[in-house]
């Protein structure tokens, strides 16, 4: 450790590759293909892009296609005991598509909701069902404090980007903090190979002691 410098506050992003990856492209992509052909979906209310098909906020449409659990989450959960450290449980309350196949690009955004009776969103996730590595773009994060840094300055010995991108390969599945902010820039067209991801909101309702301890709080809390 440099004795003189040291670098504050990282943010985790996790990243690890669903080995039965084929088997959901099986399971799952013929649905979304067809949800493709046949629904033509606007963009979503408050979207800065103008090129995009995504499920988001489309209940009906998520149920039909994610609403059996016993499709994807079990590879799901495999994903989240490698990432928690301690004795966890989640609740997801949010699954949705997106597909891109001609420059179809997302502006910067988090996933956190404006609707504060929503359920909360703790960490965000990224199955990269379909994914071409030659072809797709990955996902960018952007640091958060961006923005303060342009007011101080870094020393050249310090490497400081302000993004980050991840190396992705078909079925890589990311989790990180839904307060992150990320985008993906267009592709080039792919007709014969579209670049589909699974879009996860999941709520921590338990987390080791303390979680247990927080729903204790609030039992108390109500008898009172």
Request: proline residues 7%; glycine residues 2%.
């Amino acid at each position: 450790m440099n004795r003189y410098r040291k670098d504050l506050f990282s943010i985790p992003v996790f990243q690890t590759n669903i080995k039965q990856n084929e088997t959901l492209k099986e399971l799952l992509l013929p649905k979304i293909e067809k949800c493709y052909k046949e629904k033509r979906l606007p963009v979503p209310d408050g979207w800065n892009t103008d090129r995009v098909y995504t499920t988001f906020d489309r209940d009906k449409l998520n149920n039909e296609i994610f609403g059996d659990p016993n499709i994807a989450h079990p590879y799901y959960f495999d994903c989240f005991k490698k990432f928690f450290d301690d004795e966890f449980k989640i609740f997801i309350h949010e699954t949705w598509f997106n597909y891109y196949i001609d420059g179809e690009y997302q502006e910067s955004h988090d996933h956190l909701s404006p609707n504060i009776f929503a359920a909360p969103s703790h960490f965000s996730c990224i199955h990269y069902l379909s994914f071409d590595e030659e072809s797709h773009e990955p996902v960018r994060f952007t640091d958060p404090n961006e923005k303060i840094r342009y007011s101080s300055l870094n020393l050249k010995s310090f490497d400081y980007n302000s993004t980050y991108t991840p190396e992705i390969k078909e079925g890589d599945f990311l989790m990180f903090p839904s307060y992150l902010d990320h985008y993906v820039k267009p592709s080039i067209t792919t007709p014969d190979y579209p670049r589909v991801t699974i879009s996860l909101n999941l709520a921590v309702i338990d987390y080791g002691d303390k979680a247990m301890k927080f729903l204790e709080d609030v039992e108390e809390t109500n008898a009172n």
